[in-house]
């Protein structure tokens, strides 16, 4: 009884893995690399590179900027409502992509419920490199803020209440010691929210539009490359798993490193941890 | 045990699934795989076919890759004649005309009322990409009217001309080309202003069968349908000219 089922576990797992491996190999397999490499340089591919570079590290600085300190305030206050803020934060991660486009039309379009708002300030953002900014920090900021609640939960509530105790003030524990200790899991968090902010599509495509070198971002340049240039919409692909794999390498790689700068930043958790 | 079992069932499901998927060709109805300008005339014309509206472009890979695509309706000569020299499709038909109108939301924040307006600052322009249909007729009017210089105003280059329309009647761009009997649809969401004969680009949609179509019949037949007087009624009625 015991080895057939072994066996159908492990033709499951084969299954599957094979099933998701397949693809993404055949991208690299389809041209030959230094062709890969060549179509990457093309015009189109550059310009979406730099457009993608430039949207998502603007939008992945208010992710962290704001996403940080409203994680700690959800991680370590215990305030009423506080699991139904958590649950409008996780509500964007299981949204359609498509609702989330339309959805930013109906908030910030020309028509929209603050359109008119902004357009007495002489603001329009739809259709403009401010608006793939808008839908990155909109899909991508719910992975970060949600991840980065976790590991401020994670940190040991002893640390905090120590640093009180021996006299820090609540923003000198923030930095000194609860930013420290979460170093690694708000590393991950960001690296993730990062990969998915980078992978936007959905939202994108229907709130920016898709403007060579102004709103087409790497995967709408891939979707517009489609039928002009296989090539280099294959070429981008492989590039992205590239960029992927390395996101997931930082990732698993991280712990290790956490828990090496965790001694040496806090001392304290040698001691507590004994 | 109960999880392993639970397991098995999910396996055997999937199995199930891929099985049935393979075998159908139980309904005889063609699987049309047309222009997004045509997504209101063809369900008059057969509203039992199954429909896949796009790009031109798109559909054209799509069948290229191996889509079990009965019936191709493109908004442009190219494709079908490219699917016919690859030996993919039948020889393919000239089945209706079209012409492009300019249109505008109907608050017309821009207050464009000629293609001259377009060069306005802060004009927002949406258009069809390059490579889509309605994106190659819009150049090459805009390049008959020597006024491809409003190519600068362009914010978005959509992959359909639905993509144009939806932004347009949105209110989110100020302005976009699009086929003439897009405009029905929307009517009462943008105004559409016409573009001078001289400047119009020849915009023919071409139908053929696919080689090796799923369900062969049905194909033929939906063909006859759309040439006849018919359907050549509807595509009239729609605003699309004759072949």
Redesign the interface.
């Known amino acids: 009884m015991r080895r057939p ?1 072994e066996v ?1 576990l492990g033709l ?1 797992a084969g299954l599957i893995l094979a099933f998701l491996l397949v693809p993404v190999l055949a991208l690299f397999l389809r041209i030959p690399p230094g062709d890969l490499l060549s179509q990457l340089t093309s015009k189109a591919a550059v310009d979406a590179l730099i457009v993608s570079v430039k949207t998502s590290v603007i939008a992945h600085a208010v992710v962290l900027l704001l996403g940080t300190p409203a994680a700690y305030l959800i991680a370590t206050r215990h305030f009423r409502g506080r699991a139904l803020v958590l649950t409008l934060i996780e509500l964007p991660l299981v949204l359609p992509p498509a609702v989330a486009g339309i959805a930013l ?1 109906a908030a910030f ?3 929209g419920l603050l359109g008119g708002t902004l357009d007495a300030f002489g603001i ?1 953002i ?3 490199q401010t608006a793939v900014v808008f839908a990155v920090i909109f899909v991508s900021s719910p992975f970060y803020v949600r991840l980065a609640v976790s590991a401020f939960e994670s940190v040991d509530p002893a640390l905090i209440e120590a640093a009180r105790t021996l006299g820090a003030g609540p923003r000198r524990t923030f930095f000194r010691v609860a930013l420290p200790l979460a170093a690694g899991g708000l590393s991950a968090a960001s690296a993730l929210a990062f990969a998915r902010g980078l992978g936007e599509f959905g939202a994108t495509i229907m709130f ?5 070198g ?2 087409q971002t790497l995967p709408l340049a891939i ?2 490359q ?3 240039d ?1 090539d280099v919409a294959l070429a981008l692909g492989a590039f992205l798993v590239v960029v992927s794999v390395a996101v997931l390498l930082t990732v698993k790689l991280l712990p290790s490193w956490t828990r090496f700068t965790l001694i040496s930043l806090a001392p304290s958790a040698r001691f507590d941890s004994s | 045990m109960r999880r ?1 079992a639970f ?2 069932v999910l ?1 055997i499901a999937l199995a199930g699934c891929g099985g049935g998927t393979g075998g159908g060709d139980s309904n005889q109805q063609a699987t049309v795989f047309a222009a997004s300008s045509l997504t209101e005339v063809f369900p008059q014309i057969d509203p039992g076919a199954t429909y896949n509206f796009a ?1 031109s ?2 559909l ?2 799509q069948i290229q890759q191996g889509s079990p695509a009965d019936v191709f309706a493109a908004a442009s000569p190219k494709y079908p004649d490219q699917l016919y020299a690859d030996g993919l499709a039948d020889k393919p038909e000239v089945f209706a005309t079209n012409r492009l109108v300019l249109i505008v939301p109907k608050p017309n ?1 821009a207050g464009i009322k000629s293609v001259d307006d377009l060069r306005g600052k ?1 004009v ?1 322009l ?1 258009i069809g ?4 249909p309605i994106g190659d007729y819009t150049r090459t009017v805009l390049e008959n009217m020597g006024a491809s210089d409003v190519l600068d105003q ?6 359909d001309v639905k993509g144009v329309v939806g ?1 347009v009647a ?4 100020d302005a976009g080309f699009v086929y003439v009997t897009d405009v029905k649809p929307v009517a009462d969401k943008v105004t559409a202003i016409e573009l001078p004969a001289a400047a119009q680009a020849e915009v023919t949609y071409k139908i053929a069968v696919v080689k090796d179509a799923p369900h062969h019949h049905a194909a033929h037949a939906f063909v006859e349908q759309v040439l006849g007087s018919e359907g050549q009624a509807k595509l009239a009625a729609a605003g699309f000219g004759p072949p």
């Not at chain 1, 920016?208 to 060579?212: E, H, R």
């Not at chain 2, 949105?170 to 761009?173: D, K, Q």
């Open positions: 089922f159908l499951a039309f379009g020309r028509t329009s739809p259709l403009t920016a539009g898709s403007l060579q102004v709103t979707y517009a489609l039928d002009l296989f | 392993a397991g098995l396996l790009g472009d798109d054209a890979t924040p802060d927002k949406v990409a390059e490579g889509v362009v914010v978005s280059q959509e992959d932004k949105l209110g989110e761009a």
